[in-house]
Each structure stands twice: as structure tokens, then as C-alpha cells.
């Protein structure tokens, strides 16, 4: 085709191919337009643009596919951009008309999303020339989303986005009608529907300017925050992370780049709030002891995914500050440590995790904070330790300021990494003392474990041996006692076992990944017993799960992952002689009690 050294479209050639092969002519065409219209000499757009504009309009009709439309809008707004813009108003009246076509069937689908795709380009292409007809374009715009299905109000959103930006402030009369549609949308239940919408938003903010938040940003929060806690956003789990994603990001793209210094400051004080509010309204549910309370369980649950957004912007705005966050820390009246920390004990494990993060945020934006973090931490952790959510909230952010010691220049003290094993190896121990903290326990233990061996050789290197003996003893010893094993046990002790199982290769994983020149032969030699132990293992686990529920899948997946992990990061001729169904044994083949080392949790 540019061998042809034409603009337009060879009819001739199109009429000869098959029907089949057209679309793809056509997408090829349309390729080739798009490289050399930007630099095609004006004089002669302006010669073939009639044509030109008579055979892209032509296809929009075509039920042309995605990455066609995308083409085809592109090429059409180019052309007017370089041409003449005599017939652009004609071109726009046309795509109005299609989606506003009493048309709804599948076949006529692809042609308004087609037009939509081109109202879109042209307003991003050409802005404010197009503005006498924005008010009716806008208009048409969501009359037609209200009837729309996904793939149309995804269409639809992004090509607001595009009016939006081309027209800058000239649209702030549509700016409430297109606020109060795209709000309803964001609980939609598909993901480009979702997306959309976010982006939407943020241009919709960031026409606003960063005045207009600033003043506004106790609403702004508080609407965003809702639509994250709204019943139809969360129904199902993969629903909660696709909608807490697109409001992390609305909060992200608009706070992070829009506001100055001390408006930063002033957004992570309302945040706090907003966090401190929720936190309250948890704990009155949670130390409601009347009987069934159906309402507050729902509460707490949609409170988890308010506070995974707002901690995360929280940390997002203490780190980008660095140490002009200090007031944040300094200042009682705000008391941020007191209440993100407070989170920790939340009933949601995603809740707890989020607060964790944040802690580690602000100990890298003030690194003298670190040390003192880590000592609060383990000494709550020691006095709430028949408490599952408090084993779990602060070995959770225990972790995490151990992982953000490599951030910090000041480092820690040397003498942590003793502290923190001590800990983890007492939780390892009293785990089957109480099931019903076995699994916090063990998930803690190694978790701690885990995070220990990112401080690298200096550190890990005086528990090493320590180390290779708690990895040896999580695994059976010989293929008598793996057998043994399975005859033994009921649901929970499974669950527990698989995930202190994990919890183990997951701490191997970052040993291996944060200590290569602790690698010697003989250290991969010990680490080699319980990984082969672990492939065995693996191919019993089917009939494990048979016996005693579906629900071990998960924690089944979760060994078969951080299996993968560490074989992925140890050379291949350190495993590839390993029998893919047979235990390599280095030990006599006694027995021990079936072990309760329950979960791990290394995020």
C-alpha cells in the first residue's frame, strides 16, 4: 500500500480480496494513513480530503472492531486538524445521529461505538473550535450512556474524557451533569466500565484546577471514600480490589499532582480523620456485645476497603513529603501514628495490611522514626499476643518497617535482628498451645522470619544455622512420614500445616533473594532437603484435599506458589537431579506428631 504512494483507500484492490480478508486491508490501510498524514504536505491533504473524509465516514458504518475504530477516529480527527475544517460539523452531525439511533441490536453495536470513538478524537484534536456544538454533543453523550451496555458506557466515558480535555474550562457547564452520571457509574461491575470512569474523574478534578480541590477536599474525599464502601462495588471479592484500585487511583493522580506542599499537608490531616471516624465506628461494633448484629458486620466489612484507600494515600502523601511530613508526626492534636497504628487491630487482614504500609511510609519519609516504630511494635506485640488480630496487625507491620530499613540511610540497630527472631521463634513455638491462634501465630512467626532476611548477609548470617534447622523441621523427614501424615489430622490442622508450609519456603525465597553470598554449597545443599520434601509433598496433596474439603485449595496454591518462587531464583543444576515424584531423604525415616505450623503471609 505504500508502494501506491496514495492517500486514499484502493477500492479496486479492496472489491478483489475476499470478504474475509477485508477487515484486515482495511486495518492496514488505516496504519499506513496514520504514519503519513503528520507528514503529508498540507496541499495535498487539502486535495483528497473530500474523498479521504468520504471513506473514513463510510467505515465508521462498517461495524469496524476496536483497534479499527481507534484507527479510524484517529485518522478522521487528523485529517480536519491538518485540512480544511469546512465539513467537520457535517462529520460530527453524523456521529450524532448514529448514537442516537433507536437501534439497540448487537449487529449495530460496533457502528455507534464507532461514532462514539470519533466525537471523542475530535474534541481531543480540535478543542474549543468545536465548542458551539459541545452543549448538544455532551448532551447526546449521556442520554445514550444511561441505556448503554459496558462495552458502550466504557466507550462513552473515554470519549468524555477527550470532550473534556479538549475543551478545558469551556466545558464547566456540562460539569455537573457528567459529575452526577460518571458517580453512578464507578460501582458498575465491569472493569473498563470502572476504569473509565476513574479517568473520567480525574480529568473532571483536574479541569477544576487544584484551587478547586484544595477548597473542596473534605467533600471530594468523602464522596470518593463512599463509592468505595458502596454495596454494589464490593460484592464480590476480585469486585472490592478492581473498585478500592480505581479510587486509590482517582485519590493518587488528583492529590499527588494537583496540590502544593501545604495543601498535601492539610489532605493527609483530613484523611486522618476520615480514617479515625471509621475506626471508631469499628470498634463500637466490635465491642457490641449484644446478640447478632448484621448490620455492623456489614459496616466492618465495607470499612476495610475505606480504610485500604485511604491509608494508601495516606502513606503516598507522607513519603512524597519526606521530612516536611514531620508536623503530621509531631503535632498530638492530629495523632496519625495513634490512629493508623489503631488499625492494626482491625478485623480485615486487607485493613491491617494497608495500616502496616503506611507505618513504613512515614518511617522512610522520617527515617529517625524507624527504630522507635520497630520497639512499639514488638513490645504491643508481646502484650497482645492472645489477641489474633494483634498478632496479626503488628507482625504485619513489623515487617513492614524491616523491609523499609534498605530506604533508610540510618538503618537500625544490629542488635533488632535478634530481637525479631526471638519473637517470631516464641510464636513458632506456642502456636499449637491455642488453636485459636495457631494460624496467626505461625503466619506471624515466619512472616518475621521473612522479613528478617532483607537486611541482608550482615544480619542474617549469626542465625543462618538457626535458620536451615526451622526449615528442616517444618517438613516430613522421610516418605514413611509423609505417608504417615495423611491419616492424620482434620480440616484445620491441614490448613495449618500448608500455610506454616508456605510461610516456610516463603522465608527461604527472600533469604535466597536478599543473601546470595550466603549461598554456599553447603547451604544450598540444606536448603535443598526440605524443597525436594516440598515437590513430594505436592503430588499428595489432591487426595489431602479430597479428604478434607476444597477450601485447603487455597493454601494448597499458596505452597505450590512460593514454591515456584525459590526455584525460580536457585540455579536449575541445583534441583534439576531431583525425582519429580520421589523425596530425595538425607534422614532416617522415624516419625513425629503431625506439626501444627500454621499460616504464612509473606505480601
Not at 14 to 23: F, G, S, V
Not at 44 to 54: A, C, F, I, P, T
Request: hydrophobic content about 45%; overall charge positive.
Amino acid at each position: 500500500m505504500e508502494l501506491a504512494h496514495s492517500l486514499l483507500l484502493n477500492e479496486e484492490a479492496l472489491a478483489q480480496i475476499t470478504e474475509a480478508k477485508r477487515p484486515v486491508f482495511i486495518f492496514e490501510w488505516l496504519r499506513f494513513l496514520d504514519k503519513v498524514l503528520v507528514a503529508a504536505n498540507k496541499t495535498d491533504v487539502k486535495e483528497k480530503q473530500k474523498k479521504l473524509v468520504e471513506q473514513l465516514t463510510g467505515l465508521i458504518s462498517s461495524s469496524p472492531g476496536p483497534p479499527t475504530r481507534k484507527l479510524l477516529a484517529k485518522n478522521l480527527a487528523a485529517l480536519y486538524s491538518i485540512g480544511d475544517t469546512y465539513t467537520v460539523f457535517q462529520t460530527l452531525d453524523k456521529c450524532n445521529d448514529i448514537i442516537r439511533s433507536k437501534d439497540d441490536t448487537a449487529a449495530y453495536l460496533p457502528t455507534k461505538l464507532a461514532a462514539v470513538a470519533c466525537v471523542g478524537a475530535f474534541y481531543e484534536k480540535m478543542g474549543r473550535m468545536l465548542g458551539s456544538a459541545f452543549p448538544e454533543t455532551v448532551n447526546n453523550l449521556l442520554k445514550s450512556l444511561k441505556s448503554a451496555e459496558s462495552q458502550g458506557r466504557s466507550e462513552i466515558l473515554m470519549s468524555l474524557r477527550k470532550v473534556l480535555t479538549g475543551l478545558g474550562g469551556a466545558a464547566a457547564s456540562s460539569h455537573r451533569d457528567i459529575y452526577k452520571n460518571a458517580r453512578s457509574l464507578l460501582t458498575d461491575r465491569s472493569m473498563a466500565v470502572r476504569c473509565a470512569v476513574a479517568k473520567a474523574y480525574v480529568v473532571f478534578v483536574t479541569t477544576l484546577g487544584g484551587q478547586w480541590l484544595e477548597r473542596s477536599f473534605a467533600t471530594f474525599l468523602s464522596h470518593v471514600l463512599d463509592l468505595v464502601s458502596h454495596p454494589r462495588a464490593t460484592q464480590t471479592h476480585v469486585d472490592a480490589v478492581y473498585s478500592r484500585r480505581c479510587v486509590s487511583f482517582i485519590l493518587r493522580a488528583t492529590v499527588g499532582s494537583l496540590l502544593g506542599e501545604k495543601a498535601q499537608i492539610a489532605a493527609a490531616k483530613e484523611i486522618c480523620q476520615a480514617i479515625g471516624k471509621q475506626m471508631k465506628a469499628v470498634e463500637a461494633v466490635v465491642n457490641d456485645t449484644s446478640s447478632e448484629n448484621k448490620s455492623g458486620a456489614a459496616d466492618i466489612a465495607a470499612s476495610q476497603h475505606v480504610m485500604v484507600c485511604a491509608l494508601q494515600e495516606l502513606g503516598s502523601l507522607v513519603q512524597s513529603l519526606n521530612a516536611t511530613a514531620s508536623p503530621l508526626i509531631q503535632e498530638a492534636s492530629i495523632g496519625l501514628l495513634e490512629i493508623v497504628t489503631s488499625v492494626l487491630l482491625h478485623p480485615s487482614m486487607a485493613a491491617r495490611l494497608a495500616a502496616a504500609w503506611c507505618l513504613r511510609c512515614v518511617a522512610v519519609a522520617l527515617p529517625f522514626q524507624l527504630t522507635p516504630f520497630l520497639d512499639r511494635c514488638a513490645e504491643r506485640l508481646n502484650n497482645l499476643k492472645t489477641s489474633p488480630e494483634a498478632v496479626s496487625g503488628y507482625s504485619f507491620a513489623m515487617a513492614a518497617l524491616l523491609g523499609g530499613v534498605h530506604q533508610c540511610p540510618l538503618g537500625i540497630p544490629h542488635a533488632k535482628g535478634k530481637m525479631v527472631v526471638s519473637i517470631a521463634e516464641d510464636l513458632l513455638r506456642t502456636a499449637a498451645q491455642n488453636s485459636r491462634l495457631s494460624l496467626q501465630r505461625t503466619q506471624a512467626g515466619w512472616l518475621l522470619l521473612g522479613a528478617l532476611m532483607t537486611l541482608g548477609p550482615s544480619v542474617v548470617r549469626y542465625h543462618l544455622p538457626k535458620m536451615l534447622l526451622l526449615w528442616r523441621n517444618v517438613f516430613p523427614r522421610s516418605l514413611k512420614e509423609l505417608e504417615a501424615e495423611k491419616a492424620r489430622g482434620d480440616s484445620f490442622t491441614w490448613q495449618v500445616t500448608l500455610e506454616g508450609r508456605a510461610g516456610a519456603l516463603c522465608a527461604m525465597r527472600s533469604f535466597v533473594a536478599h543473601c546470595p553470598e550466603l549461598l554456599t554449597e553447603d547451604a544450598v545443599r540444606k536448603l535443598m532437603t526440605p524443597i525436594e520434601c516440598a515437590m513430594t509433598m505436592m503430588s499428595h496433596i489432591p487426595s489431602v484435599i479430597k479428604a478434607h474439603g476444597a477450601h485447603l485449595k487455597a493454601s494448597a496454591a499458596m505452597v505450590r506458589l512460593r514454591l515456584y518462587d525459590i526455584l525460580a531464583l536457585l540455579p536449575p543444576k541445583t534441583y534439576e537431579a531431583a525425582p519429580a515424584k520421589q523425596c530425595v531423604w538425607k534422614r532416617g525415616s522415624g516419625t513425629r506428631p503431625f506439626l501444627h505450623l500454621p499460616t504464612h503471609t509473606c505480601w
